[in-house]
């Protein structure tokens, strides 16, 4: 029972508005919560926090993370996801501008479902947004909701 | 040999000559004393065999005087021998004795041997054959100044040889003597009849009448003195060259030793400094180390954040300056939009470098995997890669077989993109493009290539290629970083080997390389 939700965490305040548009301009128009860092991220999934109380019955479809975060990087709170019985199948996409092998290395050692460096050419980004969100939300079965 | 051992060594020959002449002294000394006792003995053992004669001699005298005398006085008491008979030859035993010699010399003589000579010597004898010369009258004197004295010894000279002069008293003067040598008148007739003169007569008891006198030649004994001398010293210069040669020798271990010893302290401080210096070194190397180490830690953050934090504003720029164009496009005139599009341009170019740059970085740090890796493979993949990107563009590909090298793949697989993308990009604008991977021998080594037909260069900057920035074309020509040919010498470079490029304008280039 998706809720076709997606779970953007970026810190860059452009990224993240350049990020939306690239979802409008595509056609994507499913609600998209955004963290701006780990902390946060991990609050909603986990519902603490600012969301305390929240239905965690809702989990987003996709996971979009970037892994050079304030607070908590990237890679800690996929480790955390993977960790926790209730995330620990939801798809994460590292969503980043590194293109260092060690990133690539440990995002995957740690469970990530993929990586995509974010180009700079507007369009090229905003085609990788596109094919993301045909692939994830609509081609992909998401994992079956873990209830708790 | 140094300065200081070369002054011992001559301290050395010194100290021998002294000890050589010390033993070569001692030696005679010790020489002279070994001929006197060896003439000594020689003298005694001479001696000896004419006492043994003279004893035999008197022997013979007493024989004849106190067996045969008897016999013959008591024969004639009895009638037997008439009373005027006598013979010397029977009667007289110094006549007997002297004849007696005579006979020895002969037999000594035919058995090869020197004639000894023998006298019975008196000062006043009966024969004058007895008479005593000159050395023997004093003889005779002297036995009868000092009778204690039973024997006498001297070398003498004869006819220019050596010979051994024994003499001993015989006889001295009893009263039974005087029977025949006192007063002539009162003597046997038959003497008085036989020898004329007072000759043998007017003796007095108690004096010595005669002496017996021996000189035998030394010639044979002096023969037996050189051997036993000649050998002995041999013997002891034999000795005494040992005794040298062993205190040389012992000598010469003793310096030997020591010039060892010495070289033993001095190889241990060289080795002991050796050992500190390398000590030094070492902690040198290890501080450097961790420099580098700390160095390239520092590069690696320097380098992901330039990755991360350069890229992100740019992505921002583009986006924004394509969000204008997109939502603001009528709003904006010709001249406007072709800003944003220079904008947007140059976001792309600097994302173009960043990349490049950290590709350059990279291929410095971390360490090289070599494997055996199969260039000729990896050429063709990325032709066909170039050719998909670009499927419009006609290019032939001349790729050798079989160039296999050991080195680091990624690394490899960067080299070849960049001088095939290269060469690719240079051709762009060439008729019949034609691109050609492949390998010549130079000096023995094998040197592999890439040769295209295309723009080419002018040899005059063909140094600075390789220098990170550098570009031979303006971005309107050839796009382009000025990076890649940096990134591909480090790599070659890392690998040992080396890179070098020829060209003319507009006859292509080449870049000959190795691994």
């Known amino acids: 029972m998706g809720t076709n939700m997606i779970l953007l965490v970026e810190d860059n305040p452009d990224d993240e508005a350049l990020t939306l548009r690239a979802l409008q301009k595509n056609n994507i128009i499913n609600e998209v919560v955004v963290a701006r860092d780990g902390v946060e991220a991990l609050d909603f999934l986990f519902g603490t926090g600012v969301y305390a109380g929240r239905d965690l019955a809702l989990m987003p479809e996709v996971i979009l993370l970037d892994i050079n975060l304030p607070k908590i990087n990237g890679l800690e709170v996929l480790e955390k996801i993977r960790a926790n019985e209730r995330t620990r199948l939801l798809p994460v996409v590292i969503l980043t501008t590194s293109n260092e092998e060690q990133d690539k290395i440990k995002s995957y050692s740690l469970g990530a479902n993929s990586f995509i460096r974010k180009p700079v050419d507007f369009q090229q980004f905003s085609e990788a947004i596109r094919q993301l969100g045909v692939y994830w939300l609509v081609l992909n079965q998401g994992p079956p909701l873990v209830k708790g | ?515």
Not at chain 2, 155 to 178: E, R, S
Not at chain 2, 275 to 280: G, H, Q, T
Not at chain 2, 454 to 467: R, S
């Open chain 2, 1 to 515: 040999m140094g300065p200081e051992s070369q002054g011992f060594a001559s301290q050395s020959r010194h100290h021998y000559w002294k000890m050589a002449l010390m033993a070569l002294g001692v030696t005679c000394a010790v020489a002279v004393g070994l001929y006197q006792l060896a003439h000594l003995y020689v003298l005694n053992e001479a001696e000896r065999n004419i006492q043994a004669v003279l004893l035999a001699h008197k022997g013979m005298h007493r024989y004849i005087q106190e067996v045969m005398h008897p016999t013959f006085y008591k024969l004639k008491a009895e009638g037997l021998v008439a009373e005027k008979f006598y013979a010397p030859e029977i009667l007289s035993s110094s006549f007997v004795v002297r004849n007696q010699h005579k006979a020895y010399n002969e037999e000594r003589k035919a058995a090869g041997l020197e004639e000894v000579y023998y006298k019975m010597a008196a000062l006043n004898p009966r024969n004058p054959v007895n008479k005593a010369d000159a050395a023997e009258e004093k003889l005779i004197r002297m036995f009868n100044e000092n009778k204690e004295l039973k024997n006498y010894r001297e070398v003498v000279q004869i006819g220019g040889k050596d010979y051994l002069h024994v003499a001993m008293p015989f006889l001295v003067n009893t009263p039974k003597c005087l029977k025949c040598h006192g007063n002539r008148a009162d003597s046997p007739p038959g003497l008085q009849l036989l020898y004329s003169g007072e000759g043998g007569f007017n003796e007095k008891v108690g004096d010595i009448r005669a002496i017996e006198s021996i000189r035998a030649p030394m010639e044979h004994q002096y023969f037996f003195l050189y051997i036993l001398f000649a050998s002995s010293f041999a013997g002891l210069l034999v000795l005494a060259g040992l005794l040298f040669l062993n205190t040389r020798l012992r000598d010469m271990v003793r310096v030997r030793t020591q010039a060892l010893a010495q070289e033993v302290v001095e190889r241990r401080r060289a080795e002991e400094e050796v050992r500190k210096a390398n000590e030094i070194l070492e902690d040198k190397v290890q501080e450097r180390t961790a420099q580098i180490a700390a160095a390239n830690k520092e590069l690696d953050s320097f380098a992901y954040s330039v990755s991360h934090d350069l890229r992100a504003p740019l992505r921002g720029i583009d986006g924004f300056s394509l969000a204008l164009l997109e939502d603001y496009g009528e709003a904006l005139d010709a001249t406007a939009k072709d800003y944003l599009g220079r904008i947007r341009a140059g976001c792309v170019r600097m994302g173009d470098l960043i990349d490049d740059m950290l590709q350059l970085s990279r291929v410095s740090r971390g360490a090289i995997h070599r494997e055996a890796v199969d260039l000729s493979a990896m050429a063709s993949e990325i032709a066909a890669d170039l050719q998909r990107a670009t499927p419009e563009r006609r290019v032939v590909f001349e790729i050798a077989p079989e160039i296999t090298v050991f080195g680091d793949a990624i690394l490899l697989r960067a080299v070849l993109d960049n001088l095939l993308g290269n060469a690719w990009k240079f051709t762009a604008k060439t008729e019949g493009a034609q691109i050609t991977f492949g390998r010549q021998e130079e000096g023995g080594k094998e040197v592999l290539f890439v040769r295209d037909n295309g723009a080419g260069f002018d040899m005059a900057y063909a140094g600075k290629m390789f220098t990170a920035f550098q570009r031979l074309h303006t971005p309107q020509e050839f796009e382009g970083t000025g990076i890649g040919l940096a990134t591909v010498q480090r790599i070659i470079h890392r690998h040992g080997g080396s890179i070098r490029a020829e060209g003319e304008v507009g006859q292509g280039a080449t870049f000959y390389f190795s691994v």
